[in-house]
């Protein structure tokens, strides 16, 4: 469902044909987080998700902020069962917009689309996760969201 927050930025759902817009962004995402040269994703994980986005089936979701043709942020949430409520709830996974354009609004359009897509799945929360030292980010989340204090805690096998 195409969300317009204004005449120069459209959001709207994920499509096939966005991938080579879509690519460099989730590039620079995950190397923002350290995850480029030796300590990048297998490929395969990047092209597994890019498929999920599209499979109706899957609780993986993405949307883009558009303008002028050119893609220039990217969300990615996830519905999923909690041990605390009934209804699902949301974790919003990424978040990027490419840095031409950061405050702009980009971010909080993308954040607030999702809010408005969860509301309409009858899912009340909306959460994420992002690290101490981004400043910036944490700006934004701020104006946003609670900060409920939890600590991440990460075991990899």
């Not at 080579?20 to 597994?48: M, Q, S, V």
């Not at 089936?57 to 069962?81: M, N």
Request: glycine share 6%; proline share 4%.
């Amino acid at each position: 469902m195409p969300i317009n927050p204004s005449a120069e930025l459209s959001i709207r759902s994920i499509r096939p044909d966005d991938y080579p817009g879509w690519r460099p962004l989730w590039d620079a995402y995950n190397a923002f987080y350290g995850r480029y040269g030796e300590t990048a994703l297998d490929e395969h994980i990047t092209l597994t998700t890019w498929a999920r986005f599209l499979q109706d089936s899957e609780p993986v979701h993405a949307l883009i902020a558009e303008s002028q043709g050119q893609i220039v942020g990217i969300v990615h949430y996830v519905f999923h069962r909690s041990t605390t409520r009934l209804a699902d709830v949301c974790y919003l996974q990424d978040l990027y917009t490419i840095a031409s354009q950061r405050g702009k609004g980009i971010g909080r359009q993308l954040i607030e689309s999702v809010y408005a897509i969860a509301s309409e799945s009858a899912c009340r929360r909306v959460y994420w996760q992002t690290h101490e030292s981004n400043a910036a980010g944490r700006l934004l989340y701020d104006k946003l969201a609670q900060n409920k204090g939890f600590i991440v805690y990460s075991h990899e096998s």
